[in-house]
């Protein structure tokens, strides 16, 4: 990508979409292309049509989506799989159709089977049952990496889908009924510390390992691919295998850990009670990230450094009172 290449980042707002057009920006690129939602509804497809006749972009990054935690996902089923298959249906055609040379999807790790061996591997996809809690999300994830390689197959499209494990970072979602662990969990303790309640209760029993990369150094490995010269760049795109790319950190830890590392960040002295009668989610989810090492990229924060950014990020967002200060 050149400094005037014109670049869609469709969800430009969200937690990804904004880490994106940060980096971007830092990289020099001129022509960066954004809607809110209000200015072009994704789920729209006349709407969408229009959009990709008239702007043309030369490369896109769909990162628009619907997102939440096990709360949200287990709420709201027919609205994730619903949405989610809409802006990727628009997006993808619509790119297609107007001849877009390079298009990112970003999917989700929970695309991955529930008892998948770990770490897990590209070529797991589709080996066995998903984790029931957020399958209708995991399900719409796992058609739009479908819908990549089936039009690069029949269109000779260059569309690649990248799986990131576990995000968090700069404008994250802190409402507690939408949010995933990290930004909930520094939401509790931090209100937890300023009502001076004695405990923050949290899901689960706190035994699921998970793998987490702050927002920039996701956003900084799309653009390495987005980047990458076109031998390498048509290497990625095989005919018999998923357009697919692991991007994580490559380490994980518990639930439990976790809880106290954002306690710790946060400044609470408090108890942390976990309530054994809500679920854990799929017993754990670490990405084999080799094929990115491979191709000669890593991370560039670790989870201590990025919880305290985090943090900052959080303290300075505006947010309505919680219902559920201290304790829930």
């Known amino acids: ?83 989610n298959l809409a802006i990727q249906t628009n997006v993808i055609h619509e790119a297609w159709r107007s001849g877009v040379r390079r298009l990112l999807f970003l999917g989700s790790s929970c695309i991955f089977p529930r008892d998948c ?19 209708p999300y995991a399900v719409a994830k796992i058609a739009g990496i479908e819908m990549c390689w089936a039009y690069n197959r029949e269109y000779g499209t260059r569309y690649l889908a990248v799986m990131p494990t576990n995000l968090y970072g700069p404008n994250d979602n802190y409402d507690l009924a939408g949010s995933h662990v990290i930004p909930a969990m520094i939401r509790k303790f931090h209100e937890a510390k300023v009502a001076g309640a004695p405990h923050v209760t949290l899901w689960g029993t706190g035994a699921p390992r998970r793998e987490f990369l702050h927002v920039d150094d996701l956003a900084r490995a799309c653009v390495y691919l987005m980047d990458l010269p076109e031998t390498e760049y048509a290497g990625l795109l095989k005919e018999d295998v998923a357009p697919l790319l692991n991007i994580g950190s490559g380490e994980d830890q518990t639930i439990r850990e ?52 985090t943090y900052q990020d959080f303290l300075a967002t505006p947010r309505l009172p919680s219902s559920a200060t201290g304790a829930g």
């Not at 670049?7 to 022509?31: D, P, Q, T, W």
């Not at 061996?117 to 399958?135: A, C, F, I």
Request: net charge negative; charged share 25%; hydrophobic share 40%.
């Open 1 to 83: 990508m050149q400094d005037n290449t014109k670049i869609y980042v469709a969800g430009h707002r969200g937690l990804v979409g904004s880490a994106l057009v940060r980096v971007l920006e830092a990289k020099g690129c001129r022509n960066v292309l954004q809607r809110t939602s209000a200015e072009l509804d994704l789920t729209d497809q006349e709407a969408v049509r229009r959009f990709f006749e008239q702007e043309r972009p030369d490369s896109v990054f769909l990162a628009a989506a619907k997102v939440g935690g096990i709360l949200a996902n287990n709420t709201y089923p027919a609205q994730f799989i619903h949405v």
């Open 117 to 135: 061996p770990q770490p897990m591997k590209e070529e797991y996809l589709l080996t066995g049952p998903l984790e029931p809690t957020n399958r």
């Open 258 to 309: 976790l809880a106290e590392m954002v306690r710790e960040t946060v400044g609470y002295q408090g108890d942390i009670v976990w309530d054994t009668g809500k679920p854990d989610g799929t017993p754990r989810k670490l990405l084999d990230v080799s094929r990115m090492r491979n191709l000669g990229w890593k991370p560039v924060l670790d989870l201590q450094e990025g919880l305290e950014m």
